[in-house]
Each structure stands twice: as C-alpha cells, then as structure tokens.
C-alpha cells in the first residue's frame, strides 16, 4: 500500500469525538468544502502540546476567513482523551478533535508509524488541505514525528 498523496480521495473511515457515541465520517465531513486536516503522534505530548496544536488554534480564524470550514485534528487516542486535550487547549469552534482509537484511519492513510514510548501505533505527523474530500495539499514530516512542514504557518492555502 502507498501512502495517500495530492489528488486521492480520502478513504470513508469513521473518527469519534467527544465520545464513542460520537462518529464522525471524514468524507461525510469534507463532502462539498475545503478542510484542513492536521494529524499529531499523541495528545498531551510536549510537541504537539506546545507547538503544533496551538499553532492551529491560534490561526484558526484567519484560516476561515480564507476559506477554511473546518479544521480538524486527528489522532490515535480514544475520544475522551481528544475531547479533554482539546479542552485544555480552548479548541472549542477552533478545532475539532477527532479520535482514531484503532488506527484505522491513519492506516488508510498509509500514515502510521510505530512508537513504543507511546503505546506502539501512531500517527505520523501531518498536515493537509482537503477540498471536497479530495486531498489538495499533503505535508508530511519527514522524519514522521517532526515540527517542521506540518505546521499551521506552512499550510498553502489556495483560494
């Protein structure tokens, strides 16, 4: 299998948030508009805490007044984790916080990778722009756990 690039549609998987109760179908989600999707190793860890995510939170706005409806995180944790991470942050109308308990997800994607200190498999971490479903713009970093292209200033946003 090959990672997902510019031009794949995305797979019709479904994430949870706030609780299992709660599924979200990302095709479903990015049906009809422009997405940014932006994917992190693990919530509560130091990159993702203090760089990454409040990066997204902090340009939120901006990034609808350019066109964005939505951002979203994903990551493989359950969703009450999510949903507490994302308290912590205020990402509340900023960022929804999607969970992939099982990886699914970020397996279709073809962008997992394993990291035992955190529980075995993650996600790489990732950034991207979704315009009806259809990926646009794909930021991987290179190393899978990094803080370098994925980051909310390094989005492209074409209008």
Known sequence: MAPIKVGDKLPAVDLFEDSPANKVNVCELTSGKKVV???????????????HL???????????????????????????VMGAWGNQHNTKGKVRMLADPSGSFIKALDLGTNLPPLGGFRSKRFSMVINDSTVEELNVEPDGTGLSCSLADKLKLKQ
């Open 37 to 51: 999707l932006f994917a992190v190793p693990g919530a509560f860890t130091p990159g993702c805490s203090k760089t």
């Open 54 to 80: 409040p990066g997204y939170v902090q340009n939120a706005d901006k990034m609808k007044g350019e066109g964005i409806a939505e951002i979203v995180c994903v990551s493989v944790n359950d969703p009450y």
